[in-house]
């Protein structure tokens, strides 16, 4: 019989699931704006110092930067090197795949390089988790974590589940088999943010990580009351919780304020003006009003969206995005492939 991780999904779950899809397009076209290199670099070094600060490392974000670019960092240099093996392991996060064990193996023997005895191997003993007063979670024996290990990863191909739910269920399962000597917390956090990227990349330059940084508590005692019912159902509704947090934070960074005092639309009027109306007002000799410019970001960034969906993001009725649709269809600015379920839009460069 196939395992299935023990999980139940509360109403709250649920919801945050849809909550969490709604603001993911918001947040990819913060990252389309011109300033996304420098926040996504922003949030690299967030991540690796949030992954390694709950560990213990001591070393500031400054540094942490001063690493990744290369200068000299007087500190210990056990800190130092697990800075360094950090930039590497995530600079592989294109070519990981989450759903492959032996990945897995390879990532970690990058994170724990030269810090630990036999990187990119299961370990060979047992290993407990302690907390202020003693012994918190005594892991299951050496011998069987390849064969759980096996087990989770098979789910997790398999499942039919939303990925945004194995992304949890994966994470509290991998601390609860707790399948190396050591790096366990920071690989456990990694392999959340790569399942996730399957859902949409985004979540390459998302730092779930300073969630649990910020969060430690909250985060501990999640995994307790999840051990406790011997379910996962807790864990995954306060990394749900992190992640839709973390998406209404970062998603409006920077946006400029318009007349009314609202920053919704300047994003993406900012992002049309410098990618997209230079171009297509030579080519096409038209001029775009504020909303066939969101329009067309939306399509840019969701290409497989409906008329109706459109409707739905944009606040606008059925009608009148037909209306933007056509115009900027008979322009040749846009063009349709497939059928109006299944295909998807060209914004015709």
């Not at 892991?139 to 098979?154: I, K, S």
């Amino acid at each position: 019989m196939e395992y299935t991780p023990p999980f139940t999904l509360t109403s709250k779950a649920v919801n945050l699931i849809a909550e969490i899809s709604a603001k993911i397009e918001r947040y990819a076209i913060r990252m389309e704006q011109p300033d996304a290199l420098k926040l996504r670099k922003a949030n690299r070094i967030k991540t690796i110092h949030s992954s390694l600060a709950i560990e213990g490392n001591t070393l500031s974000e400054d540094e942490v930067a001063d690493i990744l670019d290369g200068k000299n960092v007087v500190a210990p240099i056990k800190q130092i090197q697990e800075v360094r093996n950090a930039i590497r392991t995530y600079e592989l996060y294109p070519s990981l795949n989450p759903f492959d064990i032996k990945d897995l193996l390879k990532a970690h023997g990058v994170m724990m390089e030269s810090l630990v005895d036999k990187p990119g191997r299961f370990r060979h003993s047992g290993v407990g988790v302690f907390g202020e007063h003693g012994l918190v979670h005594l892991a299951p024996p050496a011998e069987r974590v390849p064969y759980l290990m096996e087990e989770l990863f098979g789910w997790l191909s398999r499942s039919e589940d939303h990925l945004l739910v194995r992304s949890c269920v994966f994470h509290y399962e991998f601390e609860f088999i707790h399948p190396f000597t050591d790096g366990n917390g920071r690989m456990g956090r990694l392999w959340q943010s790569l399942i996730l990227g399957r859902l949409h990349p985004l979540f390459e330059h998302l730092p779930i990580e300073n969630m649990v940084y910020t969060n430690q508590q909250a985060y501990y005692d999640a995994i307790t009351q999840s051990t406790a019912q011997a379910q996962s159902g807790p864990f995954i509704e306060f990394m749900l919780g992190e992640i839709f947090n973390t998406l209404s934070k970062y998603q409006d960074t920077n946006a400029e304020p318009l007349p009314d005092g609202t920053t919704e639309k300047a994003p993406l009027d900012r992002e049309f003006g410098i990618k997209f109306g230079e171009e297509f007002g030579i080519k096409f000799g038209i001029k775009f009003g504020i909303n066939e410019k969101r329009l067309l970001l939306l399509l840019h960034a969701n290409p497989s969206l409906t008329a109706q969906e459109i409707s739905a993001r944009m606040d606008l009725t059925l009608r009148g995005v037909e209306k933007q649709i056509k115009r900027l269809k008979d322009a040749g600015v846009i063009s349709r492939q497939g059928s109006r379920k299944t295909g998807s839009w060209m914004i015709n460069k």
